[in-house]
């Protein structure tokens, strides 16, 4: 599966950022969709991740109450909406696709070594 990750650039903070990500081929109901980010010199850590048959979603502690992932299944896309956002949200946002995960728990969506298939990368800048 292909991924086009888009939406990223320049926001001061507090502002907000809305990332697509666009999958190739159509996305199946044991598929679960995830956002990575990386910032400059540190590792690559997990943002959020969520089921395409049930939407459920699992969020990484920091961005709780501020960011929202859904996903359109009409256009095969995923969305992560990004509010009152901090300098601690700069980074290179990647979206990547668990495809068999229909026994993944929903704990395990973090774990990125489960991910098959990894878009680009978009990259996201807070300014304070």
């Known amino acids: 599966v292909q991924l086009q990750a888009s939406g990223g650039g320049l926001v001061q903070a507090g502002g907000s950022l809305r990332l697509s990500c666009a999958a190739s081929q159509p996305i199946l109901s044991n598929y679960v969709i995830g956002w990575f980010r990386q910032a400059p010199g540190k590792e690559r850590e997990f943002v959020v991740g969520i089921r395409w048959r049930d939407g459920r979603a699992n969020y990484r502690d920091s961005v709780k109450g501020r960011f929202t992932i859904s996903r359109d299944v009409a256009r095969e896309t995923v969305h992560l909406q990004m509010n009152s956002m901090n300098s601690e949200d700069t980074a290179i946002y990647y979206c990547?696709?668990?495809?068999?995960?229909?026994?993944?728990?929903?704990?395990?969506?973090?774990?990125?070594?489960?991910?098959?298939?990894w878009g680009q990368g978009t990259l996201v800048t807070v300014s304070s």
């Open positions: 990547a696709v668990q495809r068999n995960a229909q026994m993944t728990p929903i704990q395990s969506f973090q774990s990125a070594n489960l991910y098959n298939d």
